[in-house]
């Protein structure tokens, strides 16, 4: 089977810097991808990692580990608007998708 | 910018009753998907299409539920009879690649 574990919250407050963490089990591995969710709305792509290492954008970077089975989320300057639910999906052969349970992060001023 | 359509954007129903949801991928995009969100998890996949054939229905309830991409591009999902169990945020996204999936605004459904 799959299955993919995130933490449930995360609190922080503005101009931090926030990691939510992610690590997965599956079969057919092809990429790790991150998505933010705002309630109500539906979920929006931020980044995405086929190979090991660091990928930046912007405020967000995501890094991979294909060894370790795992990857992180990395927030930087964060701003009350990052306050939403972050899920990290495991991407494998056959353009199947399988998404994480979701963190909750809570931006304070 | 190019978005995925869905509609209606909210529907409430009795139990026992049919619903039906829609969706219009981006275009040119050879997958779509229908995920099911309940409220504090993660979307879970119901189908997969690649173009009109089914890819993955293995998380679909087929006694109630059904679907269907008859062209290749839009696609329907029904839900026959609904149970109070299945009100949740119904996300439909679509790809062209491994990388990412574009997903519409959803129909939130709640069974009364």
């Known amino acids: 089977g799959q299955s993919l574990e995130q933490p449930s919250e995360v609190t922080a407050v503005e101009g931090a810097i926030v990691q939510i963490n992610c690590t997965y089990q599956t079969s057919g591995f092809y990429g790790l991808s991150w998505y933010q969710q705002h309630d109500g709305g539906a979920p929006t792509f931020l980044s995405y990692?086929?190979?090991?290492g660091l990928e930046e954008t912007g405020r967000f970077s995501s890094f991979l580990s294909r060894s370790d089975s795992y990857g992180y989320l990395l927030l930087q300057e964060l701003q009350m608007k990052d306050s939403a639910s972050y899920f990290c999906?495991?991407?494998?052969?056959?353009?199947?998708?399988?998404f994480g349970p979701g963190t909750r992060l809570s931006v304070l001023p | 910018e190019a978005e995925v359509a869905q509609s209606p954007r909210y529907k409430i129903t009795e139990k026992s009753q049919a619903v039906a949801f829609w969706c219009d991928p981006i275009?040119?995009?050879?997958?779509l998907y229908w995920y099911r969100q309940i409220l504090g998890q993660g979307p879970e996949l119901l189908v997969q299409?690649?173009?009109?054939?089914?890819?993955?229905d293995s998380q679909l309830p087929k006694d109630r539920f059904s679907a269907e991409r008859l062209k290749g591009v839009d696609s329907t999902l029904k839900i026959q009879p609904a149970e109070l169990g299945d009100s949740a945020m119904y996300l439909c996204?679509?790809?062209?690649?491994?990388?990412?999936?574009?997903f519409g605004p959803g129909t939130r459904l709640t069974v009364l």
């Open positions: 996204a679509s790809s062209s690649d491994s990388s990412l999936l574009f």
């Open positions: 299409f690649q173009d009109e054939s089914v890819v993955d």
């Open positions: 990692n086929a190979l090991d």
């Open positions: 999906a495991v991407g494998n052969y056959g353009q199947n998708f399988v």
């Open positions: 275009s040119g995009h050879a997958t």
